[in-house]
């Protein structure tokens, strides 16, 4: 508590103001912000100055200059290493510690357990591992005394707690993913699909309640509309079945076997080839409309297309295949939650908690998706 203590000391003393929230120790999650009193909504419970947010404006100039042409990600990560300034330990105090970030989030994990991803997470893993690595070769460049690790803790950190901001001279000149910076006491709000409110102008960051809290009650702001494989690649954590709303599962291992060539031909000349999305509701779109080539002549497929046949007509026939499908889908989901029950290590026993944990998660959307169409 000596840490959170010393930030909020500092962060006020530097303009930052709370009111009616605060930092606090959450059992097995790290740290969260709680209601301290009873809050009405459209309260503002937290505003952070400008001048204390960490950005590439006000990046010192040697790292700018040796880091000509990095990514915002990779300049900010780079300062975080080199970073001296006894303000910034006090910050450093409450931030996740380098064990906690490579033990939660997939892209320090060892290749093993990457590999026992499910897909959708393993593209994400693909994407993000590519721009690290770019990242790092810059970096490295620079600046040969650091070691990958302590960048990869720093880039992480950086990756899982920016926030969206821009200024009129960034909006032009950088790309939508460069518009990030770090801030103090707000990157201890947790993520929740339903939270506060977060806003920002050229003068400070205001989070805002947008409904009645009582006192006690954990505080949240929402990351973005993101499904649990993002979440886990991204940020290191999913949210418990049930609770996100956005979650998703990819059907394509599962599909996109099933056809003959000329029929995914079809699909791809169609606009409808791959991206079969399974979440809590319904398959898509997309995954009902490619099933149906599985029931139709292709005529009969374009005419509903056309809107010249009517889909209801064929709907217990795609619901047929799309039971297939999920019962195909349940079978390989059991089969990977032996792989990680067999994964060696103890020394990995957190990364494969996460990994059947999202499993599980997915066998319990399948499960209950069977159900509904029985």
């Given at each position: 508590m000596d840490a959170i203590e010393n930030l909020l000391t500092w962060a006020r003393s530097n303009g930052v103001v709370t009111d009616g929230i605060g930092p606090q120790v959450l059992s097995g999650r790290g740290i969260g912000i709680v209601a301290t009193q009873n809050l009405k909504a459209d309260h503002v419970i937290l505003t952070v100055p400008s001048t204390l947010l960490r950005s590439l404006g006000n990046t010192p100039k040697p790292i700018l200059r040796k880091l000509k042409g990095a990514t915002v990600h990779a300049i900010l990560s780079a300062s975080l290493c080199l970073e001296t300034s006894p303000d910034f330990d006090i910050w450093k105090a409450v931030l996740p510690t380098q064990h906690d970030i490579t033990t939660s989030i997939p892209l320090a994990w060892p290749p093993e357990l990457q590999a026992l991803l499910p897909t959708t997470a393993k593209?994400?893993?693909?994407?993000?591992?590519?721009?690290?690595?770019?990242?790092?070769?810059?970096?490295?460049?620079?600046?040969?005394?650091?070691?990958?690790?302590?960048?990869?803790?720093?880039?992480?950190?950086?990756?899982?707690r920016t926030f969206y901001h821009t200024t009129r001279r960034t909006e032009k000149k950088l790309p939508k993913e460069d518009h990030m910076v770090l801030q103090p006491v707000a990157d201890l709000f947790n993520h929740a699909p339903d939270g506060c409110q977060v806003s920002f102008d050229e003068h400070c960051y205001t989070i805002t309640t947008t409904r009645a809290c009582q006192r006690g009650e954990e505080l949240f702001i929402r990351y973005g509309s993101h499904s649990n494989d993002f979440l886990l690649v991204e940020y290191g954590f999913t949210l418990p079945s049930g609770l996100n709303k956005w979650?998703?599962?990819?059907?394509?291992?599962?599909?996109?076997?099933?056809?003959?060539?000329?029929?995914?031909?079809?699909?791809?000349?169609?606009?409808?080839?791959?991206?079969?999305?399974?979440?809590?509701?319904?398959?898509?779109?997309?995954?009902?409309?490619?099933?149906?080539?599985?029931?139709?002549s292709e005529g009969d497929w374009r005419a509903v297309l056309d809107g010249q046949r009517d889909e209801d007509e064929d709907v217990v026939a795609v619901e047929g295949e799309l039971r297939k499908v999920l019962r195909r889908c349940e079978k390989e989901i059991r089969s990977r939650i032996v792989d990680v029950e067999r994964a060696t290590g103890t020394e990995h026993e957190e990364m494969r908690d996460s990994l059947r944990r999202r499993w599980l998660q997915m066998k319990e959307l399948v499960v209950t998706s069977m159900a509904r169409l029985q």
């Open positions: 593209t994400l893993l693909e994407e993000q591992s590519a721009k690290f690595a770019r990242d790092w070769a810059l970096v490295s460049a620079a600046y040969p005394e650091l070691t990958r690790d302590e960048y990869l803790y720093a880039w992480l950190l950086v990756n899982s979650d998703e599962l990819c059907l394509d291992p599962y599909m996109c076997p099933l056809f003959t060539a000329p029929q995914k031909q079809t699909l791809e000349d169609a606009g409808f080839w791959g991206k079969y999305m399974l979440d809590a509701e319904t398959a898509c779109y997309r995954t009902q409309t490619a099933l149906r080539l599985l029931c139709l």
